[in-house]
């Protein structure tokens, strides 16, 4: 019967009836439903066959996070994470490097002076705007480089090898003071079509009641006459990009909260 219950009201395969009975034999007879601690001593990290052991498995696999580390040694990550503070050990996240044009400074510096400007005039228009977005995430097994640190005495200086071609997934959202649009997934290559489609019918009916902002880099499907025809009728004189109200300088990475905080959480 319980079984057949949460089938019903979640809509997924339910345990078997007689894991679901020791369950709630547990339950009945400790008040909960959690494992019981283990008896006898526990592991402990702080002696020195531990501390060499944990930094020999690093420095053979610096990538290995804290919590696989733990889990291998079968000792708590606050005992890892204390040997590798111990050791002066430390997580070092790899950099993307981007490449620059001649002049890409100097339009940085102007946009970012001419925005201040604005700013002077309307403190409310940084809470107004919506910084949107796209973002692939392959389906080869890379992580996201937020999420990829490598452990080591000394920084490593590691950097990224970008592959091209490969099969992913290419997502897009906004966000701004007041939350997140999305995330909306794109079937196949974005372009200007499908982009001015998503603008249309996911974006535009939660914001056409704002009085607003709309920022979106210079990509080439941002860029197409009829998406910039569009953001011209619909947010006239407060749109920011390529060839918008307010110019959006080209190769701008981690300048809006996608980069920076949005793709990475």
């Given at each position: 019967?319980?079984?057949?219950?949460?089938?019903?009201?979640?809509?997924?395969?339910p345990?078997?009836?007689?894991?679901?009975?020791?369950?709630?034999?547990?339950?009945?007879?400790?008040?909960s439903?959690?494992?019981?601690?283990?008896s006898?001593?526990?592991?402990?990290?702080?002696?020195?066959?531990?501390?060499?052991?944990?930094?020999?498995?690093?420095?053979?696999?610096?990538?290995?996070?804290?919590?696989?580390?733990?889990?291998?040694?079968?000792?708590?990550?606050?005992?890892?994470?204390?040997?590798?503070?111990?050791?002066?050990?430390?997580?070092?996240?790899?950099?993307?490097?981007?490449?620059?044009?001649?002049?890409?400074?100097?339009r940085?510096?102007?946009?970012?002076?001419?925005?201040?400007?604005?700013?002077?005039?309307?403190?409310?228009?940084?809470?107004?705007?919506?910084?949107?977005?796209?973002?692939?995430?392959?389906?080869?097994?890379?992580?996201?480089?937020?999420?990829?640190?490598?452990?080591?005495?000394?920084?490593?200086?590691?950097?990224?090898?970008?592959?091209?071609?490969?099969?992913?997934?290419?997502?897009?959202?906004?966000?701004?003071?007041?939350?997140?649009?999305?995330?909306?997934?794109?079937?196949?290559?974005?372009?200007?079509?499908?982009?001015?489609?998503?603008?249309?019918?996911?974006?535009?009916?939660?914001?056409?009641?704002?009085?607003?902002?709309?920022?979106?880099?210079?990509?080439?499907?941002?860029?197409?006459?009829?998406?910039?025809?569009?953001?011209?009728?619909?947010?006239?004189?407060?749109?920011?990009?390529?060839?918008?109200?307010?110019?959006?300088?080209?190769?701008?990475?981690?300048?809006?909260?996608?980069?920076?905080f949005?793709?990475?959480f």
């Open positions: 019967m319980a079984a057949r219950f949460l089938a019903q009201e979640f809509d997924i395969e345990p078997q009836g007689r894991n679901i009975k020791r369950i709630v034999e547990k339950f009945e007879a400790t008040g439903v959690a494992n019981a601690s283990k006898g001593r526990p592991n402990t990290a702080t002696n020195e066959a531990k501390c060499e052991e944990a930094i020999m498995r690093l420095q053979r696999s610096p990538q290995k996070s804290s919590r696989r580390l733990s889990a291998e040694m079968e000792v708590s990550q606050r005992s890892i994470l204390r040997i590798l503070h111990e050791q002066k050990w430390k997580p070092y996240i790899p950099r993307l490097l981007h490449a620059l044009h001649d002049g890409d400074d100097d940085r510096l102007q946009f970012c002076e001419e925005f201040l400007a604005k700013l002077d005039e309307e403190e409310s228009m940084l809470d107004n705007i919506w910084w949107s977005d796209e973002a692939k995430f392959l389906l080869n097994g890379t992580i996201n480089r937020h999420n990829c640190v490598y452990w080591a005495a000394e920084n490593p200086r590691v950097s990224v090898e970008k592959e091209v071609n490969l099969p992913g997934v290419t997502v897009w959202a906004a966000i701004s003071s007041s939350g997140i649009i999305g995330p909306f997934f794109f079937e196949g290559t974005v372009n200007g079509r499908n982009y001015l489609d998503m603008l249309q019918t996911f974006f535009w009916p939660k914001v056409q009641d704002q009085d607003c902002y709309f920022q979106q880099d210079g990509a080439p499907p941002h860029y197409a006459r009829e998406v910039r025809h569009w953001l011209d009728e619909n947010f006239p004189g407060k749109w920011i990009g390529r060839r918008g109200p307010i110019e959006w300088p080209a190769r701008s990475p981690d300048l809006t909260p996608p980069d920076f949005l793709w990475g």
